[in-house]
């Protein structure tokens, strides 16, 4: 079953056009003078990992960043699910609006060197491609989605955390040690049929880190509505921490 929400248009000022041409050359932008974002009360995320759905075909999408202009995705199955989550006891915004994140890989030519800046610190990431589309969801008939980013998220490298911290979400508190920065993901239009998205906070970027600590043990199931459809979700084990980030200097990687 799908459903649709209002869209929201026109805060980044897109112009996305269907087409399956695009440019090779990334949308690079140099650092602000003052980042709009907030490392503490911004909402951080513990993706989960979705065991468990009804598969369907897959949709398609024009996808619009800051790394690749303008796009047309397959967008795949959903892979986890990101549940707005407390670190450090800091207290949370919008403790109903989730994500599930699907599968929507491409490459990107050239690599780009990305500035970045979070609550770990200063970091430069080497992104090598596309992986997948975090698009935000109510769970069990709760959440504000057209409060909150899309983000196309790319697989990066880079410099690891070793820091402990803990978390507070609706599926576990515990303490956890963050490490190596795995994806970063830019703000992102999306349009589906006639329905258009724009984020309404496109300064704030997630950087989403691998982290371990004490697993669940149970599943859980949970009913979420998106964009894209109206599922049951049983989701399981966690995988990584997002934390609101900032985007600074961008440069191709150079041979």
Known sequence: MRARFAPIVGVLGLSVVACETRPTSPVA???????????????????YIVSKQT?????????SD???????????EPLELC????????TVA???????????PDSLVPHLIVSTTDQFGDRTLTAVGARF??????????????????????EVTGPRVHERVSLHDQFDTDTVRVERPHYFCNPTGKTVGETETSPPAPDVHLTCYEIFGPQRTEATDVDIENQFETDTFTVTAFELLCVPSAKG?????TD
């Open 94 to 104: 919008d403790t109903e609006t989730h994500l599930t994140m699907y599968g929507a």
């Open 83 to 90: 549940a707005p989550t407390s670190k450090n006891g800091a």
């Open 29 to 47: 932008a140099g650092p602000k003078p003052a980042f709009q974002v907030n490392f503490t009360t911004d909402t951080h995320f513990r993706c």
């Open 66 to 76: 800051q790394f690749i202009a303008t796009d047309t995705e397959r967008i795949d």
């Open 55 to 63: 598969p369907q075909p897959a949709t398609t999408a024009i996808l």
């Open 249 to 253: 200097e961008v440069t191709p990687v």
């Open 133 to 154: 589309l975090l698009v935000p969801t109510i769970k069990n008939g709760l959440g504000s989605p057209e409060t909150v980013n899309h983000w196309r998220c790319y």
